[in-house]
């Protein structure tokens, strides 16, 4: 493109549209006082937003998004700050502080709990005041056997005179006193007859022995029955049960208290103590022979001194009674079953009535 050397700047000529046009506005300008410029108009308003929705009040965390639980494995979290001081410094963290209203500690060995204390529980409750000496003492349960034994004592003395008169219609027919008044015959060699052994008199013997074991049996069973708050007349005394256990805890019993005699006599005395309520554990608890035997066994030798400073008083009592002609027998016999039916019950944890 030339450029047009009368007009280097290329501007419009006057001749032209566009330098007329301004020179038109050159003019108007230069005619027209010089004023302000024109405002320039206000910008349009923008349109007013529309609101916001309304935010969610927050809701309650629930106990899987709440805040994080302090001791549980894996999360410590932070302790929320409600005012607690810092946690000591080397403690386990995870754990919040203590609860409000509780005093710290006491200072003592093991980390700042009294000694013997579980971090985190309260210290043992201390036993309870009351009873705690033996389940039973000898006088208690001799004057027990007194009250019973008195206030009932008709059938006692019944049920006695017609065990004596068994025994001795026993004896009668057996033979018993001949062969004692034979057994002093040294004139006669024959051994059989002077030691009144033979086997006859061996099943006598037995059968006797078993007639002995179900007295005992019989007075057992009234003992209990007074224990239990029952007062027996003279047929209850004769309503037993487990008959076959009965007999043979019997038989065992005597079997071992006389090895035990020929063992220097102390170790007979000693089945004899251990083997008190046999009796009463097959009579009143319907046990087998050998269940019965370690029953007695087992709570005597947890009550060995109570059991055996009441069977002491009980024979000391009995003797006395054998004084006047053995007539004393008749309240002492029954009072010895009655006083140790008491102890029974209260070594099996039985309240006697």
């Given at each position: 493109m030339t450029q047009d050397p009368a007009n280097p700047g290329d501007e419009p000529r006057r001749d032209s549209p566009e330098g007329a046009g301004g020179a038109d506005q050159?003019?108007?300008?230069?005619?027209?006082?010089?004023?302000?410029?024109p405002a320039e108009p206000p910008p349009a308003e923008p349109a007013p937003a529309e609101p916001?929705?309304?935010?969610?009040?927050?809701?309650?965390?629930?106990?899987?998004?709440g805040p994080p639980s302090y001791g549980t494995s894996g999360d410590t979290g932070t302790p929320p700050d409600v005012g607690y001081p810092p946690p000591v410094a080397g403690a386990q963290a995870g754990y919040p502080p203590p609860g409000a209203g509780y005093p710290p500690p006491t200072s003592g060995p093991?980390?700042?709990?009294?000694?013997?204390?579980?971090?985190?529980?309260?210290?043992?409750?201390?036993?309870?005041?009351?009873?705690?000496?033996?389940a039973f003492a000898v006088?208690?349960?001799?004057?027990?056997?007194?009250?019973?034994?008195t206030s009932n004592l008709g059938p006692w003395i019944l049920v006695a005179l017609i065990l004596i008169a068994v025994n001795v219609?026993?004896?009668l027919i057996t033979g018993s006193f001949d062969r004692f008044t034979d057994s002093y015959?040294?004139?006669?060699?024959?051994?059989?007859?002077?030691s009144g052994i033979t086997v006859t008199s061996v099943l006598l013997s037995v059968l006797g022995?078993?007639?002995?074991?179900?007295?005992?049996?019989?007075?057992?069973?009234?003992?209990?029955?007074?224990?239990?708050?029952?007062?027996?007349?003279?047929?209850?005394?004769?309503?037993?049960?487990n008959v076959v256990n009965v007999v043979l805890a019997a038989f065992l019993v005597t079997i071992l208290t006389t090895i035990g005699l020929f063992l220097c006599v102390l170790p007979?005395?000693?089945?004899?103590?251990?083997?008190?309520?046999?009796?009463?554990?097959?009579?009143?608890?319907?046990?087998?022979?050998?269940?019965?035997?370690?029953?007695?066994?087992?709570?005597?030798?947890?009550?060995?001194?109570?059991?055996?400073?009441?069977?002491?008083?009980?024979?000391?009592?009995?003797?006395?009674?054998a004084i006047p002609c053995g007539l004393g027998l008749f309240v002492t016999i029954p009072l010895s079953y009655v006083a140790v039916a008491f102890a029974y019950r209260r070594l099996v944890g039985q309240v006697p009535a």
């Open positions: 050159d003019a108007s300008q230069a005619s027209s006082p010089a004023g302000p410029p916001a929705p309304a935010e969610p009040a927050p809701a309650e965390p629930s106990p899987e998004e093991g980390g700042g709990y009294p000694p013997g204390a579980t971090p985190g529980y309260p210290p043992p409750a201390a036993p309870a005041s009351g009873y705690t000496g033996p006088g208690e349960a001799i004057s027990y056997a007194w009250r019973k034994v219609a026993w004896n015959d040294f004139g006669d060699t024959n051994f059989a007859a002077v022995a078993i007639i002995s074991y179900l007295i005992t049996a019989f007075l057992t069973r009234g003992a209990l029955d007074e224990s239990a708050g029952r007062r027996p007349d003279v047929a209850a005394f004769f309503r037993i049960g007979g005395i000693a089945v004899v103590i251990f083997s008190a309520f046999v009796y009463y554990f097959t009579l009143d608890q319907g046990q087998d022979a050998i269940s019965a035997i370690r029953s007695s066994w087992s709570v005597v030798a947890k009550n060995f001194g109570s059991v055996f400073l009441l069977l002491l008083a009980l024979l000391g009592i009995n003797i006395l009674g």
